[in-house]
C-alpha cells in the first residue's frame, strides 16, 4: 500500500488577506489539472478546505487525486507555508530579530507580555526562533539556487531587501524562486520537513 502523499501548490490570489476572507477565495479555486495526471482521468475531484489560525477565516483549497492517493492544496501566494499567518507577518518577526539583534532581544517589540492573548515568555521565544531559523533557511538555499541572481547576498532580510529593491522580500521571492518552490523550506517553499 502507498502512503498518501501531500502536495501544495502555490495560488496566485490577486487580493491579501482581508479580501480574500471576506470573498471566500477559496470556495471559487480551481486546479485546471491535477499535477500527477495533467493529461486527465485520474478522477481528480474538490476536498473541501481546510482552515487557518490566521488569518482568521482563511481557508485553503484542496483536491483528491485517488489515483496517486494524494491530497493537493493550492496556496495563496500571501500566506506562508507551514506556519500561521502571512507572509509579511512572518518577515516583520524575522525583521524585528534582525532589528533587535536577536531573538531574546525582540521578544517584548514581537509578542508583548501585556498584550492581550500574550502567549507567555518561553512560547514567544519559540515562535520567534522558529520563524527566524525557518527564514534564514529559505533565504541561503535561494541564494545557493540561484547564485546568478544573489551571489554575495547574505541570508537576511536587510540584504535580501537591498538586492530585490523591495520592502516586502518574502512575498516577492516566493515569486521569484517560483521554479524552486518545492525545493525550497517554508515558509516560501512547500519542501516538507524531514520526520526525525
Do not use: N
Request: aromatic share 6%; net charge positive.
Amino acid at each position: 500500500m502507498r502512503a498518501r502523499v501531500r502536495l501544495q501548490l502555490p495560488w496566485k490570489y490577486p487580493l491579501a488577506d482581508e479580501g480574500y476572507v471576506t470573498q471566500r477565495a477559496w470556495e471559487s479555486a480551481i486546479l485546471d489539472a491535477c499535477p500527477f495526471h495533467p493529461e486527465g482521468g485520474c478522477g481528480l475531484e474538490k476536498l473541501g478546505s481546510y482552515g487557518r489560525v490566521e488569518p482568521a477565516g482563511a481557508r485553503v483549497p484542496r483536491w483528491w487525486c485517488p489515483t496517486q492517493r494524494a491530497s493537493i492544496s493550492l496556496l495563496p501566494s500571501f500566506l506562508a507555508a507551514r506556519l500561521s499567518g502571512t507572509l509579511v507577518g512572518v518577515e516583520e518577526v524575522v525583521a524585528a530579530v534582525e532589528t533587535a539583534g536577536g531573538v531574546a532581544q525582540a521578544v517584548d517589540a514581537v509578542h508583548p507580555p501585556d498584550a492581550p492573548g500574550a502567549i507567555g515568555l518561553v512560547c514567544a521565544l519559540r515562535s520567534i526562533r522558529r520563524r527566524a531559523r525557518a527564514v534564514r533557511a529559505a533565504l541561503l538555499a535561494i541564494a545557493t539556487l540561484m547564485p546568478e541572481r544573489f551571489a554575495g547576498v547574505a541570508p537576511t532580510l536587510a540584504s535580501f531587501r537591498a538586492a530585490l529593491a523591495t520592502g516586502t522580500v518574502l512575498v516577492t521571492l516566493r515569486d521569484v524562486a517560483e521554479r524552486h518552490l518545492g525545493a525550497l523550506p517554508v515558509p516560501l517553499g512547500f519542501r516538507a520537513r524531514a520526520r526525525r
